[in-house]
Structures are given as structure tokens and as C-alpha cells.
């Protein structure tokens, strides 16, 4: 009974942690309802990551065609003009993937709710500022895992919340909510972790996570690509450790082409 109750409190604290700090987060985006005001959410950057959505799905126009002439493109969107009455939008589209879910919830519910399903009535902005919470949570979540790993209960839980509460990070999850940072940070810590376990056992399946988690990274942005330097240089403390990866990468040449594949997959 002893040990079972040990192995059941086990994590407890960090876990405590992670649910204090989306109680928070939730309050911070709940409060000032900010997401009854479009042009406080869906502003600046975010409206280019965002286009992609709305263009398919409410406009079905992803050329925004008509964008010279109709003041409602105008007001919502910013494309870059190719030429013939074509635009292109200037950011790519990996962060629009990761609103996806959430913006279809609202697609559907905005109507019976009482709002215009334009994408940018509040179901929509609620749902985006939602949308970064989530996956930072999601994140600390991850990282949670990893540090149980290495290092107690208790160090996990402070480290939960001193990178939660006291970095940036509180204000990319909780204000500023569908800029790229919170999933960009989601990501970073699968990969991260899907490194580690590579390592430890190169299977097919991490293979194919690692691949199109990178493909995400890079699709975001794609000077995040620069994350690929923890894959090659994990485990690595001294000069006679590159040869043993070198090896590694060669007993399973597959398996990093297939990595590799999966990455132009998402592209």
C-alpha cells in the first residue's frame, strides 16, 4: 500500500502547478474581454498567419481576387498584390494549421451562438486566444514529462512555474495569444523530447513524429529550422561522441530518410 501510494503521488506537485497556471492563463483571457474586439486579437502579424482560415472557409478566395474593389478584404485582410488582381498571403501557413481546430469549433457554433460567421466575430477571437493557451499548456505538459525524468517533483514544479508565470511565456499564452511564440514553444518541446527518445530507441514512429513536428517548426517559421541543431548535437559532450552518431545515423539510414520525408510531407 505504501508503495502504491508513493507511485500515485508521484508528480503531484508539477501537476498542481500545471493546472494553477491555466486557471490563470483562462482568467487573464476571460477578463478583459478583449476577444469582443477583433482588432485587439486578430491584429498586425496574426492577421497574415490567420488569412488562410477565413479565406478558405468564409471568403473561398485564398487569392483574395477581389481585394481592389471589396472594402470588407480591405479591412481584414493584408496580402501582398502578385499581379492580375492576385494576392498572396506574405506569412506561411504552419501557425493557420494549428488554429485549425479551433477555428472550425467556432465556425460551427458562431451561428448558434447569435454571431456572423465571418471569422471575426467574438467565437472566433475567443477561440484563437484559446487556441496559444491550450498548446502552451499542452507544452509545460511535455516538459513536465521530460524533467520527471532527470530531476524530483518539487524541481519540476518550481522550474513549471518560474516558465510559466515569469517569462515572456505568460504573455504569449494568456495576452498576445494567436502570435506564433506559444506554438512554436508547443513544438519546440515535443521535439525536444522526441529527440531524446530517438536516441534511445530510433523506432519508426518516432521517426515519423520527429519529422513532421520539424515540418510544423519550420512551417511556422522557418527560422525556428535552427532547432535542428539540438537533434545533431544531443548527447554529444566531447569530440569522441560525433563518430558514435554518425554511426547511428548510418545503422538507421532509413529511418532518417523517412524523418526526412515527412518533413516535405507537412511542407
Not at 492577421?47 to 477581389?66: A, K, M, W
Not at 451561428?111 to 502552451?136: E, I, K, Q, R, W
Not at 536516441?199 to 535552427?226: M, Q, V
Amino acid at each position: 500500500h505504501k508503495v502504491w501510494f508513493n507511485m500515485k503521488r508521484k508528480g503531484i506537485y508539477s501537476l498542481a502547478v500545471i493546472v494553477i497556471v491555466a486557471l490563470v492563463y483562462f482568467m487573464q483571457i476571460c477578463v478583459p474581454h478583449e476577444f469582443n474586439q477583433p482588432d485587439r486579437v486578430i491584429q498586425w502579424d496574426v492577421r497574415s498567419y490567420y488569412s488562410y482560415l477565413p479565406g478558405i472557409f468564409v471568403e473561398h478566395d485564398i487569392q483574395f481576387s477581389s481585394w481592389d474593389t471589396n472594402l470588407r478584404y480591405q479591412h481584414y485582410y493584408y496580402p501582398v498584390w502578385i499581379r492580375d488582381n492576385k494576392y498572396l498571403i506574405k506569412t506561411s501557413c504552419g501557425v493557420a494549421m494549428l488554429y485549425f481546430p479551433f477555428f472550425i469549433c467556432a465556425h460551427a457554433l458562431a451561428m448558434p451562438l447569435g454571431y456572423a460567421p465571418n471569422g471575426f466575430s467574438a467565437p472566433y477571437t475567443f477561440a484563437l486566444l484559446l487556441s496559444g493557451a491550450f498548446y502552451v499548456i499542452c507544452g509545460l505538459l511535455i516538459i513536465r514529462k521530460w524533467l520527471l525524468r532527470r530531476f524530483s517533483d518539487k524541481v519540476t514544479a518550481a522550474t513549471i512555474l518560474i516558465i510559466s508565470l515569469t517569462t515572456p511565456l505568460y504573455w504569449y499564452a494568456a495576452v498576445e495569444s494567436p502570435m506564433p511564440h506559444s506554438y512554436s514553444f508547443f513544438l519546440f518541446a515535443v521535439f525536444i523530447y522526441l529527440t531524446e527518445l530517438w536516441y534511445e530507441n530510433p523506432t519508426w514512429k518516432y521517426s515519423i513524429l520527429g519529422g513532421i513536428t520539424f515540418g510544423l517548426i519550420t512551417l511556422i517559421r522557418p527560422s525556428n529550422a535552427l532547432i535542428i541543431i539540438v537533434f545533431f548535437l544531443y548527447g554529444i559532450s566531447r569530440w569522441n561522441d560525433v563518430p558514435q552518431h554518425f554511426r547511428l545515423y548510418g545503422k538507421n539510414y532509413t529511418k532518417v530518410m523517412v524523418m526526412l520525408a515527412m518533413v516535405f510531407l507537412v511542407w
